[in-house]
């Protein structure tokens, strides 16, 4: 079936309706959010405590930023490229267990790029494909899930980083896409013994890297998290409104990335925060998760990036001052959307089509029918679902 | 000889087949190339390339878009990035048990892992066994730039029979067009003067 | 003859023995004439070429008539892909879609036998030599070729089946074929057996070639002849009117057996005096020899019915001299004193014999004409006519130069007179042969210059010739006509002619006659109109195998030399007398 458009006329109509004094009231929201990040930019400690509070009292799950030492209305311009430097990016993906499909297996793919600008030579390429069959498929606790084969792609992204940064020419500045953390949850159907599993070797992996004093960083495109925004919330409410903090969003609506747009020139970074959530907890020290948003786009047309780094990243100005600088710099060469080079490059290499994962289906086949072995077949469903794909030969 | 990795053959038919595959730019066949393509122990089919279809990119699309471009992004896109494309292969005879043919392929390919670009020799092998007749396929295809694929395949083809001291080659293949041609004005002038063109070094 | 042949990238099929073929066979038949694709360039070969078809056993022999270029789409001729694709490409497109046809007129064909190197070439030789076979020759066609039958010019050796080969006897060249230069004979003995006759237009090489025939037949003494000698040119030498170079004459090469008359009696021929003088005797004169006049004496219809009362009041030996000897006008008087006729005049004899004497007295006025030739005498110092028989009779050949006397009416008469007497000895002989078994007459040809004066329609009932032309073969008479008018000759005539030798004519009505009696032959019509004057001609009629056009040899020192086959130069008298067959 189809949708009703009657219904969906009617809807939108509404949605027009309310829009102006939507906005109006938008508007008036963001201009008390100025005039407060204006009034606390410097009562850094207020706030600190104030969040701590709330943390041991009222909510220890709160999901917020924490300023360091840069005042909350910190930008801040450089462009400090070394003369030579190795710049590393990595990406993964995988192929899912589809029950739907002739053979039972699952696949990651995690590619690499490392790129030394000045030079006359192409970066170097490097990719890493595992197959999971048969007892591969399962964990401890039982068949993996997708869940589960993200977190083990995030992984093998970070180690094949730390593998290459190893052995790159310094200084090395390194990304992967999306934030720092391993993503997932324990209710995420992922048993709690499977992610902790993950995090220990993560946090291992970082722990090297911090060893080998490499930049590291995640870099996410187009942030939607507004930590800056409820850590104003909380400097806005009173006392007495404080215990309810769970259910009170005062500044709701209030986007990060609209306002740090308007505070931050191109090539300018905000200042650096510290994550406060129940997951960045079990980063610690030295790996404490930090953050600053960077404005990686043009006078005409800026665009907002959230660069997310580690503790020892985010204590060192030569550090933060390289990793701006290369950003910036991968951002430019991309073009009008500005997006790190290398980054769209590991994705690229990374990536699995879906001739390649039909590829491997048949070499999986062929090679067990090759051994008198019985293969099973696709699900009705997903063979109706080909049909209309057949064609025939015709020039 | 060249050989080509396929990545999948899309459509195959007893006249031609397609196939896809990643490529660097260096392995690039190009039109009018003969491949040939071993099947069998003793069967492999002959086709000619007539059409190379580069998927569209969209980072080069977008690189060019900014103002500099820096060396080693050129030659990433050079040399690292494979080239997706589809190749279309026409029929254009086959060899069975050592003897050459120019007959439609009996057997259609139905999976493909490789196929080769034919070397010299082979192209002067295929070209001279019998009377030109795989020509015929070539003009019945009549939806294809016929004229182009001919003029490229005659040019390859008498650069190898020259070497081995046949540079009477073309014009055989010449009287053999305007024979078949002969009372299709239309076509044997846009051809002719295609391939006077492929000549006019 | 070698049957293989072999194809190379040319297209062009290759014969055995090293000849190449110019084509092969695409259609055509019996009724119209055959198409042959041209596998060469059309620039070697030309209309009138000598072509040989090879076919299963069959060699056939033709001419080709004509020429036709031919595209298999009209574009392909229409535009030039000369300056449109590389000159390699465009040049093969000649020969596919741009092609040349030539139209070959099947003439003969002749069986061939197997393959030389097969042995059953070798039966089929021994069947001939011992007779269960006949020897291949010549035949009309009957069949024709089949598809793709490669054809070849003629070789020397196809001339030489077809037309003879030079070293047998009564073999004489009489020119060359015009591709190749290669000798193309006629049999003079054949030729003398029928009337024949040398054609075209004035200017174009009539008397040259005439007079290569002319030696050819003393040489080769075949025949006798009697040649009338209209404009002196045959016997003492003459000078080219366009080259002015010297043209020797018979009688300077053959002193011995040519003989030039001169008529009148003291006549000069060229300043030159002849062998001897021919007069004629009055009693020669009949009254045939008058009525042949008629026309160019305007003669009445009333002049037989005189001349009939003449021959009866004289005699046919003296009606001539009594007749010349009546005066006209002459009156006496008589008893009365009325006018009366003398004797001795017109009127009186007319009177006396029942005949109009108007009639008779115009006649004697329109006769005086004839009375006053030179020539003529009562009583002439020998018998000129008598002793031009003789020789004849003897093998001698007569020229008899004309002179002075160049009008048409000395024409008329003399060579009517002479031509009867010739007759009647000729006949007499032929009777005695057959019924006494006496020597068989020797063959005598006699050579008529502007022909149509004396052969036309008109004439023709009237005048020895045509009689001579339609029967006289069987008395060992026969003509060679030499004229540029074959239109205004009498077609009976025409079409008694076996061997026809024609040079360039330029009007249809005399191309048409030439090929009068001849079937099927309107192919040769364009190519009488093509030859090149003074150059070529065009052999035809049954006294040749088939129709060819040839280059005529040139009437020049070289062709003396050929033809007697050493100086030619009276050294002594010794070789005068061995010549004249003493």
């Known amino acids: 079936m189809s949708i009703d458009f009657q219904q969906i006329r009617e809807q939108i109509n509404h949605i027009g309706e309310r829009a102006p ?58 462009a400090d490229l070394p003369s030579q430097f190795t710049v590393i990016a990595a990406d993964g993906s995988q192929i899912a267990p589809d029950r739907h499909a002739m053979v039972d297996y699952c696949l990651i793919n995690v590619g690499g790029i490392q790129m030394r600008l000045g030079l006359d030579e192409p970066p170097k390429l490097s990719v890493s494909s595992r197959l999971f069959y048969d007892q591969d498929l399962f964990t401890s606790s039982g068949r993996i899930t997708d869940a589960t084969l993200a977190l083990m792609r995030d992984l093998n992204e970070r180690k094949l980083l730390a593998e290459l940064a190893s052995q790159a020419y310094p200084p090395v500045i390194t990304f992967t896409d999306g934030q720092m953390e391993l993503w997932g949850r324990a209710s995420d159907g992922l048993a709690t013994t499977d992610f902790q599993k993950f995090l220990d070797e993560h946090l291992t992996v970082l722990e090297h890297l911090c060893d080998l004093n490499i930049v590291t960083s995640g870099y996410v495109d187009k942030p939607a998290a507004n930590h800056v925004v409820r850590l104003l919330e909380l400097a806005l409410l009173s006392e007495t409104e404080l215990p309810k903090v769970r259910e009170i969003f005062p500044l709701r609506g209030v986007r990060d990335n609209q306002l740090f747009l308007n505070l931050l020139a191109p ?129 | 000889m060249t050989a080509i990795e396929i990545g999948r053959l899309l459509r195959a038919g007893t006249t031609g087949f397609v196939v896809g595959c990643r490529i660097d730019q260096f392995s690039l066949p190009s039109f009018g190339d003969l491949v040939r393509v071993p099947l069998d122990r003793d069967y492999q089919i002959y086709g000619l390339i007539y059409d190379m279809h580069v998927d569209d990119d969209g980072l080069v699309r977008q690189l060019v878009t900014s103002e500099v471009i820096e060396e080693t992004i050129i030659q990433d896109n050079r040399v690292n990035r494979n080239v997706p494309i589809e190749i279309s292969v026409l029929s254009v005879g086959y060899e069975q048990d050592k003897r050459t043919y120019h007959l439609l392929p009996p057997r259609p390919p139905l999976s493909l892992d490789v196929i080769f670009s034919c070397n010299p020799d082979e192209l002067c092998a295929f070209s001279k066994a019998g009377r030109f007749g795989y020509f015929r396929h070539i003009l019945r295809a009549r939806d294809l730039p016929v004229g182009e694929l001919l003029a490229a395949h005659l040019q390859k083809a008498q650069r190898a029979h020259v070497q081995i001291g046949n540079p009477m080659w073309v014009n055989d293949a010449i009287q053999e067009l305007i024979t078949l041609l002969r009372d299709d004005y239309a076509v044997l002038m846009s051809l002719l003067s295609t391939v006077g063109d492929a000549f006019n070094e | 003859m070698n049957n293989s042949k072999s194809m190379n990238s040319d297209n062009n099929v290759q014969f055995g023995m090293g000849k190449t073929g110019i084509g092969y066979v695409v259609s055509g038949g019996l009724k119209e004439n055959l198409q042959v694709r041209l596998t060469v360039s059309p620039q070697e070969v030309q209309e009138g070429a000598f072509v040989v078809i090879e076919s299963g056993k069959w060699l056939f022999f033709g001419l080709v008539t004509d020429l036709q270029l031919g595209a298999t789409d009209p574009r392909f001729a229409d535009e030039q892909s000369e300056i449109r694709l590389p000159p390699d490409m465009a040049r093969l497109l000649h020969g596919q879609t741009l092609y040349t046809n030539l139209e070959v007129l099947p003439a003969l064909m002749m069986e061939r036998g197997p393959e030389l190197s097969s042995p059953e070439y070798q039966i089929w030789r021994d069947e001939i030599e011992v007779g269960i076979r006949s020897e291949p020759s010549a035949l009309p066609v009957k069949t024709i070729p089949a598809h793709h039958a490669p054809v070849r010019l003629a070789g020397p050796g196809d001339i030489a089946e077809i037309f003879g080969k030079e070293k047998e006897s009564g073999n004489f060249v009489i020119g060359r074929t015009r591709e190749q230069n290669y000798p193309v004979c006629i049999n003079l003995e054949k030729l003398v057996q029928r009337s024949s006759g040398v054609f075209g237009a004035t200017g174009t090489g009539k008397s040259f070639l005439t007079r290569i025939l002319l030696a050819g037949l003393i040489h080769h003494n075949t025949a006798s002849l009697l040649v009338f000698d209209m404009h002196n040119e045959y016997g003492f030498d003459d000078t080219a009117s366009d080259t002015k170079e010297k043209v020797v004459g018979l009688k300077t090469r053959f002193p011995g057996q040519a003989r030039v008359v001169g008529l009148g009696k003291r006549a000069l021929i060229r300043k030159r005096p002849p062998d001897f003088n021919l007069e004629i005797a009055m009693s020669d004169i009949q009254p045939e020899d008058i009525e042949l006049l008629t026309r160019e004496l305007n003669l009445k219809e ?30 006496t008087e008589d008893q009365n004193g009325k006018k009366v006729p003398a004797d001795g005049s017109v009127a009186a004899w007319a009177n006396a014999n029942g005949v109009n004497i108007m009639a008779a007295e115009g006649l004697h006025s329109k006769l005086n004409r004839v009375f006053r030739l030179p020539y003529i005498a009562e009583e002439p110092a020998s018998d000129g006519i008598g002793e031009i028989v003789r020789s004849l009779e003897a093998g001698k050949h007569i020229i008899l130069s004309f002179g002075k006397h160049e009008s048409d009416l000395d024409y008329l008469l003399v060579t009517n007179l002479l031509s009867r007497r010739i007759r009647r000895a000729w006949e007499q002989r032929t009777n005695n042969y057959r019924g006494s078994g006496e020597d068989e007459p020797r063959p005598l040809v006699i050579v008529l210059e502007e022909a149509h004066k004396l052969l036309n329609r008109e004439m023709a009932a009237q005048t020895t010739f045509s009689t001579i032309a339609r029967e006289l073969r069987k008395y060992y008479i026969t003509l060679l006509i030499v004229d540029q008018r074959p239109s205004q000759i009498y077609d009976e005539v025409m079409s008694q002619l076996g061997t026809r030798i024609s040079g360039w004519l330029g009007d249809d009505d005399d191309i048409q006659a030439v090929l009068s009696g001849l079937s099927g032959r309107q192919a040769l019509r364009g190519m009488l109109a093509r030859l090149q004057p003074k150059e070529e001609v065009l052999l035809l009629g049954w006294g040749v195998p088939m129709p060819l056009p040839i280059r005529s040899r040139r009437y020049d020192k070289q062709f003396w030399d050929e033809l007697l086959g050493r100086t030619h130069v009276i050294n002594n008298e010794d070789d005068i007398i061995s010549e004249m067959g003493f």
């Open chain 1, 267 to 395: 090539g300018e970074r905000s200042a650096v925060f510290r994550i406060q959530s129940k997951s960045a907890g079990y980063y610690r020290d030295s790996l404490a998760l930090h953050f600053f948003y960077l404005n990686v786009g043009r006078e005409d047309h800026p665009w907002l990036a959230r660069v997310e780094v580690p503790a020892w990243v985010a204590a060192d100005e030569n550090h933060l001052n390289r990793l701006q600088s290369v950003l910036i710099q991968q951002c430019q060469m991309i073009g009008s959307r500005p997006y790190p080079y290398v980054l769209h490059r590991a994705h690229e290499v990374a990536l699995v089509t879906l001739e390649e994962k039909q590829q491997v289906e048949q070499m999986i086949a062929f090679e067990l029918r090759r051994h008198h072995l019985a293969v099973g077949e696709l699900s009705q469903k997903q063979a109706l679902k080909e049909f209309s794909g057949r064609k025939r030969y015709t020039r």
């Open chain 3, 302 to 331: 009333t002049t037989p019915t005189t001349l009939d009362a003449l021959v009866a009041s004289f005699g046919r030996d003296r009606w001539f001299t009594e007749f010349k000897r009546m005066q006209i006008n002459a009156f």
């Open chain 1, 21 to 78: 004094a939507r906005e109006n009231e938008l508007m008036a929201l963001y201009d008390r959010a100025y005039q407060l990040l204006d009034d606390e930019a410097r009562d850094l400690e207020r706030l600190i405590s104030r969040v701590q509070y709330v943390v041991n009292n009222f909510d220890p799950f709160i999901r917020c930023a924490l300023p360091v030492t840069e005042p909350l209305d910190f930008h801040f311009f450089t």
